[in-house]
T-cell receptor
Framework: EADIYQTPRYLVIGTGKKITLECSQT?????MYWYQQDPGMELHLIHY???????EKGDLSSESTVSRIRTEHFPLTLESARPSHTSQYLC????????????FGPGTRLLVL | SQELEQSPQSLIVQEGKNLTINCTSS?????LYWYKQKYGEGLIFLMM?????EEKSHEKITAKLDEKKQQSSLHITASQPSHAGIYLC??????????????FGKGTMLLVSP
């Protein structure tokens, strides 16, 4: 079973607030990912990282930012939350070999009022 | 860009019945993954297929990848209420795109009625 954790699981916050979604994995995986998923919609990659100090933007443009200071930690930050940011955010990690399976965290469901 | 089409979009079956979900790619697949997602939760990895003609089974779920590596099917035998959820296929983007990550289909919602 995969050891990847996300906190908080649910977050309701007002417009303009700064928020950080946490993601941690204990598998020593080099690669980590953030996906955004709206209800009933497909997943879209918004950020990924190949390792410490490596971050890249994904297919879907996002106003969020990420950092990778430690291998096990890949937080996502929104400087000023807006209602359009309301969504589910899923974190995943994988080993740094071609074809390695991505393991997903339980997700953070964000509601911005 | 890589596109994955899943069919059907939703499916309601009676408990005990068999069912098949399909995932079709517009390009040759580098790797094909099947995940299950309960509403509002994360994805649970089911199986990964890489070779043309490959077939894998886990409990009552069987996944196949066709010889051309452009279509995969997920078959559930004797469905149970615990099989209910959203089934997603994901594919590795071919390596010439510059980075390796997953593109997902829109999912198939499965409901199993008692």
């Amino acid at each position: 079973e995969a050891d990847i954790y996300q906190t908080p699981r649910y977050l309701v916050i007002g417009t303009g607030k700064k928020i950080t979604l946490e993601c941690s994995q204990t598998m020593g995986h080099d690669k980590m990912y953030w996906y955004q998923q709206d209800p009933g919609m497909e997943l879209h990659l918004i950020h990924y990282s190949y390792g410490v100090n490596s971050t890249e933007k994904g297919d879907l443009s996002s106003e969020s930012t990420v950092s990778r200071i430690r291998t096990e930690h890949f937080p996502l930050t929104l400087e000023s939350a807006r209602p359009s940011h309301t969504s589910q955010y899923l974190c995943a990690s994988s080993d740094d070999r071609p074809g390695e399976t991505q393991y997903f965290g339980p997700g953070t469901r964000l509601l911005v009022l | 860009s890589q596109e994955l089409e899943q069919s059907p979009q939703s499916l309601i079956v009676q408990e005990g019945k068999n069912l098949t979900i399909n995932c079709t790619s517009s390009k040759t697949l580098y790797g094909l993954y099947w995940y299950k997602q309960k509403y509002g939760e994360g994805l649970i990895f089911l199986m990964m297929l890489q070779k043309g003609g490959e077939e894998k089974s886990h409990e009552k779920i069987t996944a196949k990848l066709d010889e051309k590596k452009q279509q995969s099917s997920l078959h559930i035998t004797a469905s149970q209420p615990s099989h209910a959820g959203i089934y997603l296929c994901g594919a590795d983007i071919p390596p010439d795109s510059g980075y390796s990550t997953l593109t997902f289909g829109k999912g198939t919602m499965l409901l199993v009625s008692p």
